[in-house]
């Protein structure tokens, strides 16, 4: 071998340093290959070449990494060994006290029991005889309701009996304002709204009044409180009522979205969109995928279509012109299709210039715990495996380009990263926006319950002696460290977890993140993640490689316990406190006296100065501190350009705040990652399945929540059928009422409660679709009802929409849109399509197993 690297490396000149490269990193099956020529050795070269451009540790810095960590991944040693776990700091949660998501036993899916449709599901109860009992069996099956589903021959608009209004546009109501709608159908059994149990009072269908008469006690967190239909009454035996829980919450999240969307204009948008669905079966970008079919708006549409309504929105409040930056990070899979999707489709309303593509590289492969390169060898070619760092790039990205100044200039405060699979998270933006800026968080992480072995990074906060830090943990290190230290997850008596689960949408306070990208030219920790194949953690499923996580960039926002933090602390009377922090001056001149007292507190920003002449005196009193922040110590060897800094390395800030702010799953989290094989394992597991079926169907019943909880606020009734679960792709979830809510309608809960004014009942296989500024009073929906606007142009050509007010009882029947499964030879591999957007709709019905039949709809415009 030497003999023959000795002849090619003769011809190498300056280059052969690179096969000394490959030498000292023990590349030996690589340089030992029989392939190996003068000619094929410049594949090799050229590649190292690239990487080193990209990767400023170079080549023999990542190898040593890579043997190290892969050493430390098999002797299963974790860095955080030496902290101590607990609960997240600055923990918001604004959780609804409603029953939790809807989950199946094991048994149920293997005998293939799970279509439902006639059973009622509650966490760890039953219902019998109107009274619901605890800590019973979880998926007890109550009395089938007999009753078979009709189909529809006719259609009907009710309006006093007369059907429509004269001109036969507009549906209107079967009974006065004054009266209740016959919402009320199953008369023997509470139905389901995920938690909001309302008891179907015996209703007088004759005089359209209901008896109050009749009410449920059931039992919640232990205390048994009366209730009944709507929201429910006091009890005063009893402390806090079901009622008084949620307007609390209720309360609570619109204090912090009113806050969020006073700052509608300060935050701009990162989406992290580097994935293929090839696990997905699907051969295109991910953002491609459809939110659901019956818009069939696909990711990328659904999240610029929010972003157009926000500057929509800032131009008609706040009367200012804005196109929000949209910052999106690619990878080499995805970017040229991204670029030409964006192009086809002319941007999705958005300005060109305000939409900025990033794209990441890749890094070579490992093959084995040595750290040896993973290659292939065709048509005398040698091509070394690659994948992407991982979305921690985004933050280096960012640094490079010297995004941030740009934004900070143009007076934007706040970021918020996303992913490219989550619909919902927009939907929740606000409230976290508001937590972040009340509680004046640097760094928040939009939370949801996590279950002890779900496949979900945990959020918690790592303390020793040193620092104290509020970090995510992925689960399989999270899981190590626990059992490395002998330690059980604690879990709830809600059965969750006390640590809770990341969901990736994470909101930065700019000028902090800002600080830190300077100050380590966005890199940040590393890590290596082999999937082995047994226990003995020797072979590789498939390659590995370093990478990095966007999250980890929270292992920099910490708070220190060095003493060295409080030698600027000078303490002048009982429990006084000074300390001093950026580029501030403070000058006392002589015979300067500062008495310091009770309870009072000074805090000076950045860039101030404060000076003490002669004989100046200031007086405060006891237990106050003043805080001024000046030029603290930094450790400058951080400010270079090399990737991989160890954060032990740095010493950024002695106070940083990074908060969690947990929400409920079904608001505001449903991400596609598995593909209908491990979907059906997770829900095996007793864990969220995360595939397009529950992501379409979350969507749906995300939209039911939030229009149950305007309901609630108001005091109006939203009444729904108990909801049936449907087995496609072999995936068994429930399926709600298909209700989409696009942001014209709507995109927070405060805007909704003003669009919804009155009762609310929809029907199982019902369609709801808002597309336009509308007012819904009183509707009975069973069937399909889209609303939507038509806008024209004045002759100052801004667009003008008229608003839709359905100000009387609505009652609607139709034959509606229904969801039917997709025959089993549908598939054809071998299928032609006149255009890529045919295959597009074809592929997405495909993955899903299921497709929807538009039999027939009413249109409202205006």
């Avoid at 959780?95 to 939790?100: A, D, G, I, Q, V």
């Avoid at 200031?618 to 030029?631: A, G, H, L």
């Amino acid at each position: 071998m030497m003999q023959k690297l000795n002849t090619i490396m003769n011809t190498l000149g300056e280059n052969k340093k690179y096969v000394d490269y490959l030498i000292r990193t023990e590349q030996f099956e690589l340089l030992a290959h029989e392939g190996l020529n003068e000619k094929n050795i410049y594949d090799i070269i050229n590649q190292i070449k690239e990487f080193e451009l990209m990767y400023p540790d170079g080549f023999i810095k990542y190898i040593e990494k890579g043997r190290e960590f892969l050493k430390r991944s098999q002797m299963n040693i974790n860095e955080y060994y030496n902290y101590k776990i607990e609960k997240p700091d600055n923990l918001i949660k604004i959780k609804f006290h409603l029953t939790n998501d809807i989950t199946f036993k094991k048994e149920d899916i293997k005998n293939n029991f799970l279509n439902m449709d006639n059973k009622l599901l509650y966490n760890n109860c039953y219902v019998n005889n109107n009274i619901l009992y605890r800590n019973k069996t979880f998926n007890h099956i109550l009395k089938r309701n007999k009753k078979k589903n009709t189909s529809y021959h006719h259609r009907e608009i009710l309006n006093n009996s007369h059907g429509v209004s004269s001109n036969e546009s507009t549906p209107v109501s079967i009974l006065s304002n004054n009266k209740k709608s016959n919402m009320y159908i199953n008369k023997e059994y509470p139905t389901y709204v995920n938690g909001i149990r309302q008891i179907n009072t015996h209703q007088n269908v004759k005089n359209g009044t209901y008896n109050e008469d009749k009410k449920i006690k059931y039992s919640e967190k232990g205390n048994v409180s009366d209730y009944k239909c709507g929201l429910g009454i006091l009890n005063n035996n009893h402390q806090r009522s079901y009622e008084e829980s949620t307007i609390f919450t209720l309360e609570q999240f619109l204090y912090y979205e009113k806050i969020g969307l006073d700052h509608i204009d300060k935050i701009s948008f990162i989406l992290l969109a580097g994935g293929l669905g090839e696990r997905l079966k699907h051969k295109d970008i991910k953002i491609k995928l459809f939110t659901n079919l019956i818009s069939e708006e696909t990711y990328i549409e659904y999240y610029c279509n929010y972003i157009r309504c926000f500057e929509k929105y800032i131009k008609k409040e706040k009367k200012k012109k804005m196109n929000i930056p949209f910052i999106i990070m690619l990878s080499d899979d995805t970017y040229e299709k991204t670029l030409c999707f964006f192009e086809e489709k002319n941007y999705f309303g958005l300005e060109k210039n305000q939409v900025h593509f990033l794209k990441q590289n890749k890094v070579f492969c490992f093959k084995n715990n040595q750290a040896h390169l993973d290659f292939t060898y065709e048509k005398n070619t040698f091509i070394i495996s690659k994948k992407p760092h991982g979305h921690g790039d985004i933050h280096y990205l960012i640094n490079k380009y010297n995004i941030l100044d740009k934004l900070i200039k143009d007076g934007y405060k706040y970021l918020f990263f996303f992913q490219d699979t989550n619909a919902l998270a927009l939907k929740v933006l606000f409230v976290c926006l508001g937590v972040s800026i009340q509680k004046q968080l640097h760094m928040n992480f939009l939370a949801v319950s996590r279950k002890p072995g779900e496949e979900i990074g945990a959020l918690c906060t790592l303390n020793n002696n040193e620092k104290s830090m509020t970090v995510n943990l992925e689960y399989n290190i999270f899981d190590s460290l626990l059992s490395s230290n002998g330690i059980k997850e604690v879990i709830q008596k809600d059965g969750f977890s006390l640590y809770p689960g990341n969901t990736s949408a994470i909101l930065y306070e700019i000028n902090k993140y800002n600080e830190i990208l300077k100050k380590t030219n966005g890199n940040i920790p590393e890590y290596i993640n082999p999937k082995y194949m047994d226990n003995t953690r020797d072979h590789f499923k498939c390659p590995t490689r370093i990478e990095s996580m966007m999250q980890d960039i929270a292992l920099y926002f910490y708070e220190h316990k060095r003493n060295k933090t409080t030698q600027a602390s000078t303490v002048m009377g009982e429990n006084t406190q000074m300390v001093m922090r950026d580029n501030t001056q403070m000058v006392m001149g002589e015979n300067t006296q500062m008495v310091m007292g009770e309870n009072t507190q000074t805090v000076m920003r950045d860039n101030t100065q404060t000076v003490m002449r002669d004989n100046t005196q200031t007086v405060m009193r006891d237990n106050t501190s003043i805080v001024i922040p000046n030029n603290s110590t930094i450790n400058n060897s951080i400010c270079n350009d090399k990737k991989g800094n160890n954060m032990d390395d740095i010493n950024l800030y002695d106070i940083t705040n990074v908060g969690v702010t947990e929400l409920d799953r079904c608001l505001c989290f449903s991400p596609v990652k598995n593909n209908s094989i491990n979907a059906y394992k997770k829900i095996l597991n007793n864990i969220h399945p995360e595939c397009m079926f529950s992501a379409e169907t979350d969507l749906y019943y995300s939209n039911c929540r939030f229009i149950q909880l305007a309901c609630i606020y108001n005091k109006k009734k939203f009444i729904l059928d108990e909801i049936p679960t449907k087995t496609f792709n072999g995936i068994s979830y429930f399926l709600p009422p298909k209700i989409l809510i696009e942001p014209e309608f709507s995109f927070t809960l405060t805007h909704l409660i003003k669009k919804i004014k009155g009762n609310i009942t929809i029907k199982n296989g019902a369609t709801l679709w808002l597309k336009a500024n509308a007012i819904i009073t009183n509707l009975y929906l069973d069937g399909t009802l889209i609303i939507e606007n038509k806008t024209y142009k004045k002759k100052n050509y801004d667009h003008i929409s008229l608003p839709i007010i359905l100000d009387q009882n609505v009652y609607i029947k139709n034959k509606g849109y229904e969801i039917v499964p997709t025959n089993h030879f549908y598939y054809n591999k071998q299928k032609k399509f006149s255009d890529h957007i045919e295959q597009n709709i074809y592929e997405n019905i495909q993955i899903r197993g299921y497709n929807i039949i538009k039999k027939e709809a009413l249109l409202i415009t205006n």
